[in-house]
């Protein structure tokens, strides 16, 4: 049982495409984020959406737009994709009761922009 | 967020209890300290949180001075499968967002 999932798990795509990353939580969660980690390693949020609005949008370029379809569901569609977009992106999602901070992360989607 | 600071790398030999320190004076009184792992190609995961009192769950136990100015994780037993990167990470109830560091890589070593 999979709490946090996400496709495709590997994305290899030219620059200038348009691509999109889902996300899918089962664990009845109201909150979603998604997070980038760069080749560094650092690790930062982009998003987050609390009942499918957005609370968190972290200065993220416009051609990155989250969609919410339900709260169960947290998608990523990146436009006009650039070498600087290569990264893993994990989504992540909390529960309502408790701290917001206590988060369960999605397995990545390793994306390679060439 | 407050900042925090941790030693880049630390070597544990296998079965012996594994102390990680997180440095965070400048910690506010609302201001929770949470520790999360990353094993490598896998996202991240919570392991504790606390804001004066120690905690422990099954993963792990965690200290903080009574001045809040520091922490410790402590894991009891280090296996060969909690080699990762740990991050000790103050963030204040409610902000919803993690500020991750870049933590410290601890390697457990059979």
């Known amino acids: 049982d999979t709490a946090v999932s996400q496709t495709p798990k590997y994305l290899v795509t030219q620059m200038g495409n348009d691509k999109s990353i889902k996300c899918e939580q089962n664990l009845g969660h109201d909150t979603m984020y998604w997070y980038k980690q760069d080749s560094k390693k650092f690790l930062k949020i982009m998003f987050s959406y609390n009942n499918k609005e957005l609370i968190i949008n972290e200065t993220v370029p416009n051609r990155f737009s989250p969609k919410s379809p339900d709260k169960a569901h947290l998608n990523l569609h990146i436009n006009s994709l650039e070498l600087g977009d290569s990264a893993v992106y994990f989504c992540?999602?909390?529960?309502?009761?408790?701290?917001?901070?206590?988060?369960?992360f999605g397995p990545g989607t390793r994306l390679l922009v060439l | 967020d407050a900042k925090t600071t941790q030693p880049p790398s630390m070597d544990c030999a296998e079965g012996r209890a594994a102390n990680l320190p997180c440095n965070h004076s400048t910690i506010s009184g609302n201001e929770y300290v949470y520790w999360y792992r990353q094993i490598h190609s896998q996202g991240p995961q919570y392991i504790i949180h606390?804001?004066?009192n120690n905690e422990t769950n099954e993963m792990a136990s965690l200290i903080i001075t009574e001045d809040r100015k520091s922490s410790t994780l402590i894991l009891p037993h280090a296996t060969l499968r909690d080699t990762a990167v740990y991050y000790c990470i103050v963030s204040a109830q409610g902000a919803q967002k993690l500020v991750f560091g870049q933590g410290t890589r601890l390697t457990i070593n059979p």
């Open positions: 606390g804001l004066k």
């Open positions: 992540a999602s909390s529960p309502m009761a408790g701290p917001r901070e206590t988060q369960y």
